[in-house]
């Protein structure tokens, strides 16, 4: 009877093994750990009452491609790992990112984020509104959902800590703060050496209901503003971060993983927007972090030995979700306006330069550089050794002459001695 029972649990084990082999897979094949998705948001009741156009086009067929329209009426072209249109609702964006935040089940550190613009839907990505929730709500419901199904083969424990970091201070939204001042808190590296949030209050979770809860708790406390660009502007990081503890019922074996998904605060020039006083501050530490964000994420593309993850709290907390082995995935925001143009661009090519110098065509791009260099090198290197022969055979028939003067000379002095 046991045996039996053994028997079918080694079978479920194998079958499962091969299914998470084959997710596993489905993933790394996704063209590498750093993935980039572009979401563009519809164009707004006030852009359409100032006449401002969609600058925004995408291909019918092309599920990864953009073009977006010049001010000089060209056309850009961009390629992501996926691009949705405005009319792409949530569940359409959470089908695509399903592979990858399931995949901190199995053990991986995952970091997902969404950077853009103010008022290009960042927040209405992550968090969503009640009627349309987003990407943070549907991946625990997802989490539970695997969780559920695998539950005869792995324990889970899934545990929940939600912050902000806000003009480089790290708050806790999770924390009851009725009458206390708010603690401290400060990225520390842990005896493992992993970055820890020592105090974060980590709040197990058991359903989704449970979850809802706590993330519109952790919401309402969050630092937000008005600028002229947006009514809502987050003006500070959001980061939830999921916990997940497995216990593999077969072979003992545990897990102990992270999935960070941030919110990030709007990336936006200072100037555009008409900030001043506090508003300016915090921008100026946003760009601060925001532009730190860049830096490491540019050196994990490159492959530099040296990330330059303590350049600011952000990536400071993320470092051991972003990089090595971990995935990432970014949500480029974009605004489709004809008004926000110059914005637009930039995030999309900020985001070329995350995706492309990780994946293939782009590696293919800086081996023709180098073959290129090397080509220009050689014809330098033949220019150089005619110039070198040139001078040597000017060197010989100055020799030459000299040899010739020198001879005239003796013949000169000849005669002079001679005459005396
Ligand atoms: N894809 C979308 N579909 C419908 N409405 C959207 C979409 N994206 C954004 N919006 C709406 O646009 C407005 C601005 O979005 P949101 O607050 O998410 O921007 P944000 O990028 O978080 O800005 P900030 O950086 O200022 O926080 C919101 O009212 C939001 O509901
Ligand atoms: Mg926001």
């Known amino acids: 009877m046991a045996a039996t029972k053994l028997g079918t649990l080694e079978k479920q084990y194998l079958e499962e093994s091969s299914e998470r082999k084959r997710l596993y897979n489905e993933v790394i094949e996704l063209k590498g750990n750093i993935r980039v998705f572009c979401r563009c948001r519809p164009l ?30 060209s056309k850009k072209h961009f390629k992501f790992d996926h691009v949705f249109k405005p009319e792409d609702g949530q569940e359409a964006v959470f089908a695509q990112t399903k592979p990858i935040v399931t995949s901190v089940l199995d053990g991986y550190n995952v970091c997902i984020f969404a950077y853009g613009q103010t008022g290009t839907g960042k927040t209405f990505t992550m968090e969503g509104t009640p009627e349309n929730r987003g990407v943070n ?54 005896a493992e050496g992993t970055q820890e949030v020592p105090g974060l209050v980590e709040a197990q979770v058991y359903n989704t209901d449970g979850v809802w809860d706590l993330l519109k708790k952790g919401y309402a406390v969050r630092s937000v503003g008005s ?71 540019a050196a994990l593309a490159s492959k530099t030995s040296h990330i330059p993850y303590r350049n600011s709290k952000l990536t400071h907390m993320l470092q051991n979700s972003l990089g090595g082995d971990c995935k990432t995935l970014m949500f480029v925001q974009i605004s489709p306006s004809s008004a926000d143009l110059g914005e637009t661009l930039c995030s999309l090519n900020f985001a070329s330069r995350v995706r492309g110098i990780e994946s293939g065509p782009a590696r293919k791009q800086a081996d023709v550089s180098e073959h290129l260099k ?47």
């Open 227 to 297: 600028t002229a660009a947006n009514e809502q502007s987050s003006r500070s990081h959001c980061l939830l971060r999921v916990t997940v503890k497995g216990e593999n019922l077969i072979n003992g074996q545990r897990t102990r993983s992270h999935l960070w998904l941030v919110d990030l605060a709007g990336s936006e020039r200072v100037g555009k927007v008409e900030v001043e006083g506090e508003r300016l501050k915090e921008s100026q530490f946003i760009n601060k972090s925001l532009s730190a964000l860049g830096d490491v994420i």
């Open 137 to 190: 709500y549907r991946t625990l419901e997802e989490l539970f959902r695997c969780s559920e199904s695998k539950s005869h083969l792995m324990k889970f424990e899934l545990s929940v800590s939600m912050l902000e970091v806000y003009n480089e201070k790290i708050r806790d939204l999770l924390v009851d703060n009725s009458n206390q001042p708010p603690k401290k808190l400060e990225v520390k590296q842990s």
């Open 44 to 73: 707004n009741q006030a852009e359409i009452a100032n006449g401002f156009a969609s600058v925004a086009e995408f291909e019918p067929t092309q599920e990864n491609e953009l073009q977006i329209l010049s001010s000089d009426s």
């Open 374 to 420: 090397s080509k220009q090198m050689a014809e330098k290197l033949k220019h150089e050794e005619k110039e070198t022969k040139k001078l040597q055979d000017n060197v010989q028939s100055l020799q030459l002459r000299l040899t010739a003067r020198e001879h005239i000379c003796r013949g000169l002095q000849d005669k002079v001695v001679r005459f005396n």
